[in-house]
């Protein structure tokens, strides 16, 4: 009755809220309810619908383990994101490591003289491609190292030409000496 009472003082688009204890037949105690009351003019009409007050709290701790569980998943997910990321990284890096050292290697042995050492790398990456053009400049060194041994091996023939030439002269020159001497 005081829900009417209440419900025709209203005006268009006007609503009020009452929260009162009900007790249905059957029930050991009364239950808090909740009713959201509003007034149709054009036919007299109070409307109102209501709901027990324990069923909002009962959905309102569901709702709060939900999220609760969707915070631990969140959680979780997260974690699993980091460590998934650390290993992927932590042997990303290794990998690179390795295929740098490789490179370090080979330029130790180039600046021993070793030119027979090549890095063997078929990536598609940068490092495939350092590693290409790495083995055209130690080709390329090997190639002029040939080369200097070859023009060494003339300079060095022609050497042994003159100072034989040169000796040759020299004992001339002395047997003419002493012919002159005499």
């Known amino acids: 009755k005081e829900l009417v009472e209440k419900g025709v003082k209203l005006g268009p688009k006007e609503h009020i809220s009452i929260t009162y204890a009900w007790k249905n037949a059957g029930d050991a105690t009364a239950r808090d309810k909740i009713t959201r009351v509003a007034y149709f003019k054009q036919w007299d009409w109070v409307i109102g619908a209501g709901a027990y007050v324990d069923d909002f709290k009962e959905t309102h701790r569901m709702l709060d383990e939900g999220l609760s569980g969707m915070l631990v998943a969140f959680g979780i997910v997260t974690a699993l994101v980091v460590v998934g990321s650390f290993i992927f990284f932590f042997f990303f890096a290794s990998s690179l490591a390795r295929r740098l ?73 002395q047997e003419q000496a002493a012919a002159l001497e005499e």
């Open 101 to 173: 050292g490789r490179f370090v290697e080979v330029f130790k042995r180039l600046a021993k003289g070793d030119l027979t050492r090549k890095v063997s790398d078929k990536g598609k990456d940068e490092i495939g491609e350092l590693a290409t053009q790495l083995a055209v400049m130690v080709d390329s060194l090997a190639s002029m190292a040939v080369q200097l041994r070859s023009t060494s091996g003339s300079v060095s023939s022609g050497a042994r030409e003159i100072a034989a030439g040169s000796e040759d002269l020299s004992r001339r020159t």
